[in-house]
């Protein structure tokens, strides 16, 4: 599956695996992800595309301005994944 700008992803490896980011760029065979938190989208993690779990969430242009809209769409994900 081909990533595309706005999907959100969690992370399968690394530091931060388990982790709901999102995509801000792909190159495959990477893609570099944030979650407007310790990944601010000044500083975006390079990662593997087969590192990465797709949703089929995908953001628009108007969440990906400012870390505060990323961290505030992220938000339902994390919560989601600690009820399970």
């Known amino acids: 599956m081909e ?3 706005g999907q959100v992803v969690r992370s399968l ?3 931060d695996q388990g ?3 999102v995509v ?3 190159a495959p065979p990477y893609a570099f992800v ?3 938190k310790r990944r601010p989208l000044q500083r975006p993690k390079r990662k593997k595309q087969f590192h990465l779990a797709a949703t089929g969430t995908i953001l628009s242009e108007e969440a990906l301005r400012t870390d505060r809209q ?3 769409a992220l938000r339902p994900f994390r919560e989601r ?4």
Do not use: E, T
């Open 3 to 5: 990533l595309q700008r």
């Open 13 to 15: 490896a690394g530091h």
């Open 19 to 21: 982790d709901f980011q």
């Open 24 to 26: 801000v760029a792909a």
């Open 34 to 36: 944030c979650d407007g």
């Open 70 to 72: 990323i961290r505030s």
């Open 81 to 84: 994944a600690g009820n399970m």
